[in-house]
């Protein structure tokens, strides 16, 4: 029993210093080499932004539950983001309208269109992937008693 609540504490340990590479990376895509990110790459971050605090904090009897929320709402948007940007569903509400004069000259990407990719895939399909393994992987540790 000691020995899967360790192995727990380390797999939380990692996925929380991915999210902080993974934050730092898009920050670093973001501010050096200018690349915007589009309204959904931003909501993807937001759930970046609260894990990493939550899974840092919290009791340690609720930092798997709090993982498994935090990987399924980033499967959620990533799955969703990733869908539009193959075309296969089109976005529920238009992800570039403009709400104020600031927006109109700092206007956002499109959802639907790719800035940067890696090996292939956007970042919104890396994500998907990622939380993907992570979900099975914690799901197997959970199990695993």
Do not use: W
């Not at 990110?37 to 340690?60: D, G, Q």
């Not at 956007?122 to 540790?141: C, E, K, R």
């Amino acid at each position: 029993m000691q020995t899967k609540s360790l192995i727990q504490k380390y797999f939380i340990f990692c996925y929380v210093f991915s999210l902080i590479v993974a934050v730092s990376g898009a920050l670093l895509l973001q501010y050096h080499f200018h690349i915007k990110p589009c309204e959904l790459c931003l909501y993807e971050r937001y759930i970046f932004y609260a894990t990493i605090p939550m899974l840092t904090f919290s009791p340690s009897g609720i930092k798997m539950p709090l993982l498994f929320m935090a990987v399924i709402a980033s499967l959620a948007l990533s799955g969703y983001h990733s869908l539009i940007e193959l075309k296969v569903i089109e976005p529920i509400v238009d992800c570039v309208v403009p709400n104020d004069l600031n927006d109109i000259f700092n206007k956002m990407p499109d959802c639907r269109e790719v800035n940067f990719r890696i090996l292939g895939l956007s970042l919104a399909n890396v994500n998907f992937i990622y939380h993907s393994l992570v979900l099975f992987f914690g799901i197997y540790l959970t199990k695993k008693q």
